[in-house]
């Protein structure tokens, strides 16, 4: 069932599993124990062949896949991801909290994701359209608007499901929802590239106002934000935050790390070089006329945690396992008592470690959010665009905007709810896990339809 050549789906298993026996879970409802080795392995698992030709001329050859996870609560849902890191193990751990995560939406949406070790860095737009091509030519076998939409992920942005969509509609001849993130003229929706980065921010908005006992809507004036990645995420998190007051201390990529020096943090129009460069592949490192030095350090190499200073919140917003234990820990040294993921897994088993365990031993306590929660938005506005594409209708700005907080707004309140139902003595004077509380409700939602559907038994 779980084996050791899949670190990362394990780790996604191991820590699902530590949270729900470190509550009443199981004394409530023991039959869901059992559940846990048929909810692990997925329902399906697509593996091809893709064969794409470079502008030389030159054949080449990669991996495609789709973990067709769970589908109790509706079509399979969940992104495609292009990186040379690829591998099935990242795409079981991706679809098994894919599966958790559509279930905290509280839309009709069951749990996938797929991708391909194809790296779209150095590529021209002709090469990604014609890997697009071959991947999708594989693909349009195995999905289908009531089946399985898939969506973006790392290096799938606007421009790739635009070629996936049209590849999509020539080898089935249909034109059906069968993708989210598509553009506006075609079948999108308003707010679907901002839901996950907006998405997170009203979500700390959320946990913000709890912590702090008030309704105000000043909630980030002021704070330091340090965040990770500058990426989809990344970016609209980072706009949303300074709209809203925050002083975004960092962004990073796979390169490097640019951080402020003083109280002034990133402004939008160095946010929009950040998007312009990254659309063409470029490093953070290459924009030294937008990031000069004397407001800027840059570090090659290095995260953001342990280089950020004073900081109120930190919003990893890169990929998986991005924040060690050493830096959990030099971040709450740093103040910060506020963590939620943009990523999916950003933080290791040691990080979660230590943010759960200062939330039980500081007076004031610390909020960690897990991705499965706090990066919901994305795949909330996707459930959006599928609603809109079956009525054919396309929603305003402002109604999609108001769905998405209220969607994240509710998330939040789940999982306070659920921490505090299931939470053993240990824990029931502490603030609630909202981690705990996120695993618990998502894999209760699921558990009760499998079994309402004969899944097992
Ligand atoms: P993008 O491809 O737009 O951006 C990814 C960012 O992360 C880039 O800055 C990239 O750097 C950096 N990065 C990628 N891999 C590494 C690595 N191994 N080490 C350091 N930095 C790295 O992806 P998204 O913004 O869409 O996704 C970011 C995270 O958010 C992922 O974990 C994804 O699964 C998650 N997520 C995304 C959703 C979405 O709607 N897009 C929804 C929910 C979760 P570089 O530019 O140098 O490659």
Not at 276 to 284: G, N, Q
Not at 386 to 405: C, G, H, I, P, Y
């Amino acid at each position: 069932m779980v084996r050791p050549s899949e670190p990362e789906f394990e780790q996604a298993y191991n820590e699902l599993l530590l949270t729900l026996e470190d509550s009443s879970l199981f004394q409530k409802k023991p039959q869901f124990r059992k559940l846990l080795p048929v909810i692990s392995v997925p329902e399906r698992v697509i593996q091809f062949r893709v064969v794409w030709e470079n502008d030389a001329g030159e054949i080449q050859v990669n991996n495609g896949f789709r973990v067709q996870y769970n589908s109790t609560l509706g079509p399979y849902k969940g992104g495609l991801r292009f990186h040379p890191s690829v591998n099935l193990s990242i795409l079981k751990f991706l679809g098994y909290e894919q599966t958790f995560k559509n279930a905290l939406t509280g839309l009709s949406m069951g749990g996938g994701k797929g991708g391909s070790d194809f790296d779209p860095k150095g590529k021209s737009d002709n090469e990604i359209r014609r890997f697009c091509d071959a991947f999708m030519r594989e693909l349009s076998r195995h999905i289908g608007y009531n089946t399985d939409v898939p969506a973006g992920d790392i290096g799938v942005g606007g421009r790739e499901i635009g070629f996936l969509f049209g590849a999509f509609k020539r080898y089935r001849n249909s034109w059906e929802g069968v993708l989210t993130g598509k553009g506006l003229s075609w079948g999108g929706s308003l707010i679907r590239p901002e839901a996950t980065g907006y998405g997170l921010v009203y979500f700390v908005e959320r946990m913000l106002q709890y912590a702090l006992k008030t309704d105000s809507k000043d909630v980030f004036k002021g704070k330091r934000v340090a965040l990770s990645g500058s990426g989809n995420v990344a970016q609209y998190a980072a706009l949303k935050l300074i709209d809203l007051g925050a002083i975004v201390v960092s962004l990073s990529d796979s390169k490097g790390t640019y951080v402020v020096k003083g109280d002034e943090g990133f402004t939008t129009a160095e946010i929009a070089a950040v998007a312009d460069a990254k659309l063409l592949h470029r490093d953070l490192v290459s924009l030294t006329s937008t990031f000069v030095e004397s407001k800027f350090t840059y570090h090659a190499g290095a995260r953001p945690w342990t280089l950020v200073g004073k900081v109120d919140i930190a919003l990893p917003c890169a990929t998986q396992n991005e924040v060690s234990g050493a830096e959990a820990a030099a971040l709450v040294a740093a103040g910060c008592r506020y963590i939620a993921e943009g990523s999916n897994m950003g933080s290791t088993m040691e990080a979660i470690d230590v943010f759960e365990s200062t939330r039980r031993s500081l007076p004031e306590g610390i909020w960690y959010a897990p991705g499965k929660a706090a990066n919901c938005g994305g795949v909330a506005v996707s459930g959006l665009e599928m609603a809109q594409n079956s009525q054919r209708v396309s929603w305003t700005r402002e109604e999609v905007d108001r769905k998405l907080f209220e969607i994240m707004s509710t998330c939040f309140d789940v999982c306070v709810e659920t921490a505090k139902e299931y939470s053993i003595e240990d824990d029931a004077s502490k603030l609630p896990s909202i981690v705990k509380g996120a695993n618990i409700a998502g894999f209760i939602k699921v558990a009760d339809a499998m079994t309402n559907l004969g899944d097992f038994y």
